[in-house]
């Protein structure tokens, strides 16, 4: 008999692959982006709202990140001050724009968009935003649940209508992936492993082919190695251009 362990490990093990086959082109394609923004001096955005919200952090200021991202961060969308009051509020029209205020992107800039159902208005809008700004905007979801779903938007449009590239988690409706007898509901969410694993393989790529290019990228390094003077260049650098360092 399989184990919810082993159920879960071998569920993710699975999306992985399939991610690294079916979304092949849509990796490759924002990795292009990635790399021609990095090239321009530009910058590279994430965002997400409720726990998806923590894939904007994975890749901000963290040891083998790229020094070039932004993470766009609002207390009211995040599950640390109240999770119920979050939902309430990434279901607003009119908010992203009063997030997207306070960064400074412009065109040639990149921003991905983390929302596993792609139904709620300020996802939604945030893409919108993205790309009134001239970014390239890029959504990472899971297709059949946003399929599924209907959009909480009054345009009647989801995130995959409103984004220039879509690349799907591969999550089932409802993200939970585990089955366990006697318990009527799915445990074990997989869009945190699998789109942060889609994250960080578009950004190495990124990288690797900027440095082919002779646009060496910065990259921070880890504060528990002795990084030192590398990093404190790169903060003094960026402190006033990229918010929350």
């Known amino acids: ?28 394609q924002a990795a292009d982006w990635v790399c021609q923004a990095l090239d321009a001096g530009r910058f590279i955005y994430a965002f997400g709202s409720g726990h998806s919200h ?34 309430d509020w990434e279901r607003r029209e009119g908010y992203a724009e009063t997030v997207l205020a306070r960064y400074p992107m412009t ?29 390239k905007v890029v959504a990472i979801v899971s297709a059949r649940h946003c399929a599924s779903a209907a959009p909480r938007h009054s345009s009647g449009r989801k995130l995959t209508e409103v984004v220039d590239l879509v690349i799907d988690n591969g999550g089932e409706p409802g993200d939970a992936c585990v089955t366990i007898p006697g318990l009527p509901q799915k445990v074990a969410p997989t869009s945190t492993v699998t789109s942060a694993a889609i994250l960080n393989a578009v950004l190495a790529e990124a990288a690797a082919r900027a440095s082919a290019a002779g646009n060496t990228p ?6 528990n190695t002795g990084a030192g003077d590398a990093n404190a260049a790169l903060l003094a650098k960026y402190r006033g251009r990229i918010p929350h360092l």
């Not at 901000?60 to 109240?82: C, N, Q, W």
């Not at 910065?218 to 504060?223: G, P």
Request: proline share 4%; hydrophobic share 45%.
């Open 107 to 135: 065109a040639g800039d990149v921003l991905f968009v983390v929302s596993n159902s792609g139904r709620n208005a300020v996802p939604i809008e945030m893409a919108l935003g993205g790309r009134q700004r001239g970014a």
């Open 218 to 223: 910065e990259v921070w390094i880890s504060a």
């Open 54 to 87: 923590t894939l904007a952090e994975e890749v901000f200021y963290r040891a083998g990140g790229l020094a070039r991202t932004v993470p766009i961060l609002d207390p009211k969308l995040m599950v640390h001050e109240s999770a119920v009051a979050s939902t």
């Open 1 to 28: 008999m399989t184990s919810a362990l082993d159920s879960y490990f071998e569920t993710s093990l699975r999306l992985l692959k399939e991610i690294h086959t079916t979304q092949r082109p849509a990796l490759e």
